[in-house]
């Protein structure tokens, strides 16, 4: 796991650095040498998570299944074009068949605990007023981001003695001992792709407000433990905790079992979510810029002239 991910970050960490190089060699040259290409800044963030996937499956929002998140990171702004950054976030998902239109009756629901590392590029479309002249001018900025994250993800399921690890029950049949019919335990982490857009405000020279609202595309259909087919109940019932693997693998109210082999999620979609929130970029390198001698100086702020 741990050569994965560090192939992963190698690959997208040079993915970000090759977009800064390629805006560093479309800027004018002279620009380069007289002052920084960018800034690096602090990047605190908090907001709202909210899933979709087999378990809630249509466009009505439901309130009570938007749980907080937070994040830290780093960015690097280069100057009003672009910005890429580096985050880790932490928060929550849920979801229940209530709330979709596939399942209703089967009353199955779900919560997971998210851990991510996301790369991420943000390209500014629309820059109103792109240098601050006075303290009263309003700065902003709009553009559409587009990036690659690294997911852990754990669902559980609720039972009578509390919130059981829904992998580890394989709910599919991915406990049953030696047979190739049912697929292998999924894993924890999985690669997402993220498109969305964020709008930020220039508080001061040294602080940026940014709101935005990002769609994550996982590349698993299991953040929910829903992906696959309605295992036989008999081989269901031989795994290690066959019991509980099987009231929740079909909770219908009836007690029918659905037939085996039908699928529990739709298999030409996968699940995801939605994150929306604010964040601020605390800038943490200087202003200053190198003379053609080497020495260096405070770049001074322009003034309007009245």
Not at 40 to 52: D, I, S
Not at 108 to 131: G, P
Not at 279 to 289: A, K, P
Request: glycine share 10%.
């Amino acid at each position: 796991m741990v050569k994965r991910f560090a192939s992963f970050f190698q690959y997208s960490f040079g993915t970000v650095i090759g977009f800064i190089l390629i805006f560093t060699a479309l800027c004018n040259p002279q620009d380069v040498q007289a002052q920084r290409l960018g800034h690096f800044y602090l990047a605190p963030q908090f907001g709202t998570m909210y899933y979709n996937g087999e378990l809630k499956d249509n466009g009505a929002p439901d309130t009570d299944y938007m749980h907080l998140f937070w994040g830290a990171g780093v960015r690097y702004k280069v100057k009003n074009i672009a910005t890429f950054g580096i985050t880790y976030q932490q928060g929550r998902i849920s979801g229940a068949d209530s709330l979709g239109d596939s399942n209703p009756e089967r009353d199955f629901h779900f919560k997971s605990f998210t851990k991510e590392f996301a790369l991420t590029a943000k390209v500014n479309f629309i820059n109103f007023n792109k240098e601050r002249l006075n303290p009263e001018q309003i700065i902003w900025r709009y553009g559409v981001v587009v990036g690659l994250g690294y997911l852990n993800y754990k669902p559980r399921v609720l039972s009578e003695d509390g919130w059981l690890d829904a992998r580890k029950l394989g709910t599919e049949g991915q406990n049953v001992p030696d047979n190739s019919d049912y697929p292998d335990p999924y894993k924890n982490w999985t690669v997402t792709a993220k498109l969305g857009t964020e709008l930020t405000f220039e508080l001061s020279r040294r602080v940026d407000l940014d709101i935005f609202t990002i769609y994550n595309f996982a590349f698993t259909d299991y953040l929910d433990d829903v992906g696959g087919k309605y295992p036989d109940p008999t081989d269901l019932l031989a795994t290690p905790q066959g019991a509980l693997a099987l009231e929740y693998t079909a909770r219908y109210d009836s007690g029918e079992y659905p037939n085996v082999g039908n699928f529990r999620a739709n298999p030409d979609t996968k699940d995801g979510y939605l994150m929306s929130g604010i964040g601020l970029s605390i800038r943490f390198t200087d202003e200053s810029r190198k003379k053609g001698n080497g020495q260096r100086y405070r770049v001074r702020a322009k003034r309007a002239r009245f």
